[in-house]
């Protein structure tokens, strides 16, 4: 099995870094306009969550974005690592993906999976409100979300910012209450869909 994919989206030899754990499809194209000085390195598709996060080490200050399916993910990586990240923050998702009552309903997830194609892809990326990548792989994609949820919820890393939108097409907002209800003082609830990253300019104002 590969790694997960990574891509630099800014390597300018920083002291800082921001790993982003990516959602399900989109890419690189909901952070796209944020600007900022950090490093930032994108990591996404979940089919395997082997990525060796220690060579990151020598950066002065380290924190993690996770949105939507890679608020798990980053769940799962964190726990495995003894790297400390000085700032983690969550948005548009949960530690539970694939949850009828925390994440997204498993039968609608599996329905994705097995009906996926280049229709329905698009139709997703519209309720999802990003582009899609022009390299969509649908078997990789289908095994992505298969994976999930056999997978299942992910250990709580202790996210200092919890970000979610009123308007999520993807996760039900009721359900994001719900998985986060514990930790509703972290919480932020912005007027946004699934992607609400177009309400930030700058990397920074994300880690606030």
């Not at 694939?98 to 039968?107: T, V």
Request: with cysteine; hydrophobic share 40%.
């Amino acid at each position: 099995m590969e790694r997960m994919k990574s891509q630099w989206l800014q390597q300018n030899g920083a002291d800082e870094l921001i790993v982003v754990f990516g959602g399900w499809a989109l890419g690189h194209a909901p952070f796209a306009h944020l600007s900022g000085s950090a490093d930032v390195l994108l990591l996404s598709d979940y089919r395997t969550l082997d990525f060796d996060l220690e060579p990151l080490a020598p950066y002065a200050r380290r924190s993690v974005i996770a949105y939507s399916f890679g608020v798990a993910a980053a769940g799962h990586a964190l726990a495995s690592t003894e790297l400390e990240f000085h700032r983690k923050i969550a948005a548009c998702g949960s530690l539970h993906p694939s949850d009828e009552r925390f994440g997204i309903p498993p039968e609608r997830v599996r329905q994705t999976a097995e009906n996926l194609s280049e229709t329905s892809l698009r139709q997703f990326a519209r309720r999802a409100g990003s582009p899609l990548p022009e390299d969509c792989d649908i078997p990789a994609l289908q095994d992505e979300l298969f994976a999930v949820i056999a997978r299942g919820p992910a250990p709580d890393p202790g996210f200092d910012r919890i970000w979610l939108g009123r308007n999520d097409r993807i996760f039900p907002p009721e359900n994001l209450e719900a998985a986060w209800r514990e930790q509703a003082d972290r919480v932020r609830w912005l007027e946004t869909g699934h992607n609400p990253f177009p309400a930030f300019a700058d990397w920074r104002d994300l880690l606030a």
